[in-house]
């Protein structure tokens, strides 16, 4: 977990296999799996149905979960398991009170707060200062999505940014597809145009060794094209959500919801603050296989009835 910046830029360091972190990677899609039988448990659940299928699901749901837990935690990625949790959160709690959502908000809340103020720490990606006060872990905490802010500001200051007309789209499948693929069947990794997320980290830091300072939807919109980039970046990220809403926003299937809510919750944290194409596809590779997969049984889509009738009778 200490290697997890580096790991995520692609290095190679002694003793560990690089072979791992694609694993890992990949493997991310127990997300969806979690998300999918999470989903199916949520509604059978309130079926009169037998025990057992209902017991089956419910240790099934955790044992998914469960691995999901330590695959994100084995990365490192703080916002993702924190996505993770409010997407089983919703998905769990579509047919209770508002009274136990309330309860589980409560939790969900100071269970983010940690994350967000001590989730380096508990990760072993940095180490814990004894000295750090109750306002000094906020401070820190406010200025996880202070990057932003800075990433546009060094940006638009720069007198020597070329413009990067939108070639990361493009460089997004070679990077995360193409690389890995190259080393393994070739056993070489061919060097590449670096992506805008190692741009804006040599701009900050002068190398990206230690990992990479992403860049959010406005700063690669500006390194693509300027304010027109900008406006063109926008676009196409309004014009993704909105085809997503209009795909599912007419189904009531509990599973294609929950690939529904997952997406969202995607777009909306990971997409607009860490909206370089290379970082963006490869950290939503869970996301877009299985998606891919339900596009191809587009029937299941078109049709309003529920996949998981198990037993139903009401």
């Not at 991310?28 to 979690?34: E, G, K, M, R, W």
């Not at 072993?124 to 750090?132: A, F, H, K, L, Y």
């Not at 919750?265 to 194409?277: E, L, N, Q, T, W």
């Amino acid at each position: 977990m200490q290697n997890a910046g580096r790991l995520r830029n692609g290095e190679s360091i002694v003793g560990v296999n690089d072979a791992s972190w694609t694993f890992l990677s990949y493997a991310t899609c127990s997300i969806f799996a979690s998300a999918v039988i999470s989903a199916i448990y949520s509604e059978v659940r309130s079926y009169k149905t037998s025990d057992n299928i209902k017991t089956g699901l419910f240790i099934s749901m955790l044992i998914s979960i469960g691995i999901t837990l330590l695959i994100l935690w084995l990365k490192a990625g703080r916002l993702h398991l924190f996505n993770f949790i409010v997407l089983i959160f919703i998905i769990l709690t579509r047919r209770v009170r508002w009274q136990t959502r309330l309860i589980f908000a409560i939790l969900g809340f100071a269970l983010g707060y940690l994350i967000l103020t001590s989730g380096k720490s508990l990760f072993g990606v940095q180490t814990s200062n004894d000295n750090v006060t109750y306002f000094s872990k906020i401070a820190d905490a406010a200025s996880e999505f202070g990057f932003p802010v800075m990433s546009l500001e060094l940006t638009t200051h720069s007198v020597n940014i070329l413009w990067r007309f939108f070639i990361d789209y493009a460089l997004a499948p070679i990077y995360v597809f193409g690389l890995p693929i190259s080393a393994f069947v070739f056993g070489f990794v061919p060097e590449l145009q670096e992506s805008v997320a190692k741009i804006n980290t040599v701009a900050f830091l002068g190398t990206y060794s230690s990992g990479e300072i992403p860049v959010d939807i406005v700063t690669l919109g500006y390194y693509n094209m300027g304010v027109i980039g900008v406006v063109i970046t926008s676009l196409i990220f309004g014009f993704a959500m909105k085809s997503i809403n209009s795909v599912f926003s007419e189904h009531n299937n509990p599973i294609v919801s929950a690939v529904k809510y997952m997406i969202i919750i995607y777009f909306i944290s990971v997409g607009i603050m860490y909206a370089d194409p290379v970082n963006f596809l490869r950290d939503s590779f869970y996301i877009w296989m299985p998606l891919l997969v339900i596009a191809i049984g587009s029937p299941t889509l078109k049709s309003r009835r529920n996949i998981v009738d198990v037993g139903k009778s009401r």
